[in-house]
């Protein structure tokens, strides 16, 4: 029947036409994943076994007329996000035995909201990456181009959305995983307002950038999705209390009369002509909707890299310090005494990457240094917020390209880290800033590889990035292929 | 050369909340390991903290009974160091804005007053505990006490003996334990001292090069401690030595601090702003607020109870040694009306019953009513001093009212002269020798002829009144 | 600013990380690239602004003192590396 090539609200249309059941759905999705898994590698564990219990509560429930917003609908989750009872290692060998006694705020939402869970997929090693070639569990392949990297740190959510092996998935996005993995798969990716998703029970890589966000197959499921994740939580202290709006109300509500800024930082040399190209055309698009393109600047988007490089992996060298193979987790064996096993167990359970991180972290937070780089990243980190800020004062939302190449080699980066941070430009500073970003397919390459287009708003308006994002998605009408697997 | 000590002291207090600081973890003493513990206090993969409101009100509580500023903005700061007590790799503490700052306390000594500086207090949580194996090189981590929250209190380094190192340990103790935010057990760890001490050549401003004291888990030890660290601190500068900048651990059995050097390293904590906590903003309202929630002090209160009952400052010492054997006072003092007989009962007896039976005053059997009433009885005659002491242990024992125990016993002294007379005719009847005696000129027989007429009124004869008549009564003849 | 072995010696007994002496030439050079990546920052005139360590303005973020369930014991130990009893067990520090 192919029900997993589908959409959410496609897929709810049956349910309610009784063609389709979540048994018929659950199934279709486990066909696939047993047809094209071996060559995507989109999961790290499968839970089959819960998946087609919960698809049979579903449809008990969908039998009783009790329809909730994702009743039976197959997601997958990061596994990033801790899931009671079943294994749960963030792409890292240090967890690879890891069982959480407790289910992340966004699980228990979903699940509440009738989602029934397909696996737990891949992604770079403890989020650091965006390539999702970090992971101790090997790498996930691009579903468009197998010689390809599906993006990270959330390459195995995306990957997964985009090979049809589950509807929609849930992924984190500290400097552009999410986006960019969306745009290098072809799919409906967003970053929610910083404090809009709780946190609770994401395994924290950097506590005042990371957000946990949907991967759809379009821009309606992606408004589903957020309605379900998004809501205050008072286990969560950076949580913010503000009542969530039904973000379906936004689409179709069209962007006539809008201004829409293009930061003129942002269109810089090194990116590739296609998406170059790409991105004149989105302008003409979004203009033939009735919104008037300007051309913004945010000064400091050039220090973003360098600001991101210094406070994510300085908190993160301290949110990582509690792997230390003493309450859970891998322990190396080698070690005779404290100090030894600690050194032993780390410098085995982390891979390089993290290592990298920790390093530079650790380093910039260290005494005699601390104000030469974390201060001071912090302070410029102010200047960046001030800039959008500013800017969406004189526009309702600003347009950037997604990434500034396609999708690249497997293995072509993994040397050059700087290379590798480089791909991260354009999402960065919104992570900085702590507004909402989504990432909407806006064509292919010559190569048939995805391309992707940036929008952005202020602070809690996820609402207007819906509104933009569907008018858009409608008027570019991109091509529904499916990759060729 | 002339040397003074200079003394400053760290001061960590646990503080008596229901839950943990940063999640709903009990934070009672002395359950099964790892049982009072959740994945929050465990340091889980994705856990975040909340802060318990409650610690900020103590910990404000604490700033304004000593004077402090407190500031209208703090922060959490994250300080990092691996341990396996400590399960996050970090503590959460506070570090460049902390709650409150610029304080004093006032302590006793020599005879007069000295104000002790306090720097800073500030909220954290406490770490877990870690038990070495006797025999293997191995230790056992216990997270019960992890995310108990504590205060530190740094003061100023204005101490300069041992001796008033061990009043101003005082003082802040017995402020805790009033305001009653901590119970103050330094043998179960809820109130620990680390001191540091250095000596300068007298009249000098630079400090000299000092050592940091730990593992002192009493006021005895901590004096004794510092004691002994100034007179080795001063044998070395007299030596024309140097002296080390050192931890040195106390060793209770030995009356002698040891080096720590090798075992310990300087630490770079790393401090930075915890991104999961928000700042915590602190108005005037809430500072009003918690201002008028304070008790009495325990300075403020003896000063008053001196003037206001005409007590000793001794007594006051001692009646003011707990808020509630205070309470228990003043209460029976206003109810008697006679303050300075009312503390007599309440430092002696009650007291002595209590400490028998290790009870605490606010269990004491004896309400403050009805001591009151018991000294009122005294008052009017209606029981003998003596007959109190009796009636005050029955009390105790049985939790009953005077009157009630009166009755039953029939310990009504008798105060009818004509009954007095009586029986001290019998008894001078009986005894014609002594009488004799007596009236020959052996005046010490009065007390036996006293003593004889307590024993036929099985002691319920007013003694002022046997005194007034046998008198009479011997006289004459 | 460039970061020598020594420190990146010194760096790596913080985090408690071992490397081989390869490991430590590589790292040393890579943090040296991305250390001069950052030092950019320097250009910006930053006098007077705050440093900001969250991304929205939230504060007084509190709970209850209220006690709440704790984990079974069984459970906080179920990940653990080596128990003993109700304990988590560890090796010793060694002191000198």
New interface residues.
Partial sequence: MDLNSLTIHELQEKIRAGEATATDIVRDVFTRIDAVEQDVHAYISLMKDDAFVEASRADADIRAGNLRPLTGIPVALKDILCTKGFRTTCGSHILHNFVPPYNATVVEKLKEAGAVFVGKTNMDEFAMGSSTETSYYGITRNPWDLERIPGGSSGGSAAAVAADECIASIGSDTGGSIRQPAALCGIVGMKPTYGRVSRFGLIAFASSLDQIGPFTKDVTDCAITMNVIAGYDSRESTSVPMDVPDYCKYLSRGIGGWTVGIPKEYFIEGIDPEIMASMKKAIGIIEGLGAKCIEISLPHTEYCLAVYYIIAPAEASSNLARYDGVKYGFRSQDGRELLEMYKKTRSAGFGPEVKRRIMIGTYALSSGYYDAYYKKASQVRALIKRDFEEAFKRCDAIMTPTTPTPAFKIGEKTDDPLQMYLSDIFTISTNLAGIPGISVPCGFTGDGLPMGVQFLTGHFEEGKLIQIASAYEKSASIEKSRPGL | MEYEPVIGLEVHAQLL???KIF????TRFGA????????IC?????????????V?EYTMKMALATHCRING?C?FA?K?Y?Y?DL????QISQYADPLSEHGYVEIEINGGKKRIGITRIHMEEDAGKL???EH????????NRTGVPLIEIVSEPDMRSAEEAAAYLRRLHEILVYLEICDGNMEEGSFRCDANVSLRPKGEETFGTRAELKNMNSFRNVQRALEYEIKRQQYILEGGQVVVQETRLWDDSQGVTHSMR??EEAH?Y????D???????IGDTWIEEVGKSLPELPLEKRERLIIEYEISPYDAGVLTSSRALADYFEEVARLSGKPKIAGNWVMGDVLRFLNEDKRDIKNCPILPGSLAEMILLIEGGAISGKMAKEIIEDMYKTGKEPREIIETKGLVQITDEEALKKAIEEVLAANPAQVEQYRGGREKLFGYFVGQVMKETKGKANPALVNELLKKMLAAS | MKITKDEVEHVAHLARLDFTEEEKEKFTSQLNDILMYVDTLNRIDTSGVEPMSHAIALHNAFRDDCVGESLDSGLSLANAPDARGPFFRVPRVIES
């Fill in positions: 909340t229901d839950a999640c709903s973890c009990s099964e390991p790892n049982s009072h513990t959740c994945p465990m340091g889980m993969p994705g856990v975040l903290p909340v802060l318990n409101r409650k900020v903005a922060n994250r990092n691996f396996p399960p996050k790799g970090y038990l070495h194996d293997n090189p191995l230790s056992y981590v216990d997270l090798g075992k770079d790393r401090y930075f702003p991104p999961d906590l928000v700042p915590i903003m």
